[in-house]
């Protein structure tokens, strides 16, 4: 399920894990996304965020893909163009890993290419998103 939007460019959302009508908590994690893609600039690069809607499609998925860490909120295949989101870490985040942090980190590996967790931190730090630190306030207010 697509949804298009002006200000993501080349980016696009989508959900999986739910079935339509897509519930609303589905819904507000893709707003978090949309909202903050934008946000964190321009890209040039196709890229495909999956939203997963459920805890049981992210263990799955998860398993699927057999990576190797941050497996609490998201991870990114490279050679795809894909990043997941465990949707409910956008709405009840972990303390140490905010929203605004899970989409600028997986954005810091789409845009620097690179599988290093050091190079998706650092472009992540450069847009003010560091893990332990709260986004700021101008960040959340997507509802
Ligand atoms: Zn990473």
Known sequence: MGLAGSALGQQRV????????????????VQIVAAKLPELGPSEKPWTWVVVCSTKAWDLIVRTAQTEH???????ILDKG????????????LPAVSPGYIIAHERGHCETGSKSEEDADRWA???GYEW???DALKTTSAK
Request: with cysteine; net charge positive.
């Open 132 to 134: 332990g630190k709260k």
């Open 82 to 93: 894909y990043s997941y989101i465990n949707g409910v870490r956008l709405l009840e985040p």
């Open 70 to 76: 941050n497996t609490c909120c998201a991870f990114t």
């Open 14 to 29: 989508v959900v999986t894990g739910v079935q339509a009508p897509i519930p609303e908590s589905c819904k507000r994690e």
């Open 125 to 127: 730090r450069q847009k």
